[in-house]
Nanobody
Framework: QVQLVESGGGLVQAGGSLILSCAVSGRTFSDAMAWFRQAAGKEREFVAAISWSGSTILYSDSVKGRFTISRDNARNTVYLQMNSLKPEDTAVYYC?????????????????WGQGTQVTVSA
């Protein structure tokens, strides 16, 4: 059974930092991984993606320069370091795994999803 388990969400003040983790079990980790987020009343949107090798990394314009995606293939874990957080970053953050090595920002390309972790940024 494939499982993606996110952790690290919480409440933080604007300007603060959080690091999210996503541990994958039940299938190979030799795939691209990504983070998406969904704010209340809005559609799920792309945040960041990383290829299997880490050689390709993509960010949305809204987080570029503030967030960093990374992965530890030995631990089957992907991370999202979030700095300089803003109230508009408040959302449920989802980890996703693609069946394929290449990173993409397209939500429909990702087959496996975690349950999400809430990030709330207060003004």
């Amino acid at each position: 059974q494939v499982q993606l388990v996110e952790s690290g969400g919480g409440l933080v003040q604007a300007g603060g930092s959080l690091i999210l983790s996503c541990a994958v079990s039940g299938r190979t980790f030799s795939d691209a991984m990504a983070w998406f987020r969904q704010a209340a009343g809005k559609e799920r949107e792309f945040v960041a993606a990383i290829s299997w090798s880490g050689s390709t990394i993509l960010y949305s314009d809204s987080v570029k320069g503030r967030f960093t995606i990374s992965r530890d293939n030995a631990r089957n874990t992907v991370y999202l370091q979030m700095n300089s957080l803003k109230p508009e970053d408040t959302a449920v953050y989802y980890c996703a795994q693609r069946v394929g090595a290449g990173a993409t920002a397209s939500l429909r390309e990702y087959s496996y999803w975690g349950q999400g972790t809430q990030v709330t940024v207060s003004a």
